[in-house]
């Protein structure tokens, strides 16, 4: 696959030695717009993705979901567990977890706490201004760090969505000095996206996949671009108002904690 080459719609089309993972979707679960059976039944028919995450902000059930429908039915892709976790500095991914990240704690902390359970952390969108993103004095703050389980795992080259025109070059630039796994990811919060932005890996598994961010060897990929006239305006404004309503919920359910300095 050249670099740039659009991701193929049908499953097995892709060159063999390399998976395709689309690791940051969104369901309705949280603040997406698709069921996550809908998003699975679009995944196996539509895509060649091997790997896939549905990462809510701050809510691992959908990821449970999407992991126990695929095996139930079959179908011809791994699900990686996973949270986009609202931390105090911004958004991060949270793969390969088992149980709930808790929100908005200081960036450190939440690092660690999926580090303990052996999970991967991701940065997603990073210096972007358009939405809770961890800025640049943050990243290289942690990058420094020699603590043990205080590291970052990889970061999001490519974001398919508004937010990600503005952060991806930044995050290229970034990465060229600190050299972390690159990823990319949809950040989808409609079906038509998903896999609009991919992460490429060596082999076609979830296992794999880990594998390939730990050793560094992932590459960020774009995909097929969807115009905004295919999502439909009255469907973003819908999800605007979701995403919304989403968040209040959330900062109602978990409010704002002074830390102790």
């Known amino acids: 696959m050249a670099k740039g080459e659009a991701m193929p719609l049908r499953r097995g089309s ?7 993972a689309d690791i940051h979707i969104h369901s309705s679960v949280g603040d997406g717009m698709a069921e996550v059976l809908r998003i699975l039944e679009f995944v196996e028919e539509k895509t060649s993705l091997d790997v896939i995450a549905i990462t809510d902000h701050d809510e691992i ?4 979901q ?3 429908l695929a095996a139930q039915l079959g179908y011809h892709f791994d699900v990686v567990t996973g949270i986009e976790v609202t931390t105090l500095e911004g958004h991060l991914l949270a793969l390969y977890v088992e149980s709930p990240v808790p929100s908005r704690q200081p960036l450190e902390q939440t690092i660690e706490a999926v580090h303990a359970q052996g999970g991967l952390c991701i940065v997603p969108h990073p210096m972007s201004w358009l939405t809770n993103s961890v800025n640049q004095q943050s990243l290289e703050r942690i990058v420094a760090n020699s603590e043990q389980g205080l590291y ?8 398919s ?3 990600g025109r ?3 070059q930044r995050a290229k630039r970034f990465n060229q000095r600190y050299g972390l796994a690159e990823t990319g990811g ?16 060596p082999g076609r598994g979830a296992e794999e996949l880990r594998r390939s ?4 060897t992932t590459q960020a990929r774009n995909g097929i671009r969807v115009r905004i006239g295919d999502i439909g305006f009255v469907q973003i404004i819908r999800q605007q108002i979701r995403s919304r309503n989403f968040f209040i919920r959330c900062i109602l359910k978990n409010p704002f904690r002074r830390q102790s300095p």
Not at 152 to 159: Q, S
Not at 186 to 201: K, Q, R, Y
């Open 14 to 20: 892709t060159e063999e030695e390399f998976g395709v």
């Open 61 to 64: 059930v959908g990821s449970y």
């Open 66 to 68: 999407a992991r126990e």
């Open 152 to 159: 970052l795992d990889g970061i999001e080259t490519i974001n």
């Open 161 to 163: 969505t508004l937010v």
């Open 166 to 168: 503005i952060s991806n």
């Open 186 to 201: 949809s950040d989808s919060h409609f079906l038509t996206t998903v896999g609009s932005a991919f992460t490429l890996f």
């Open 213 to 216: 961010l730990l050793e560094r």
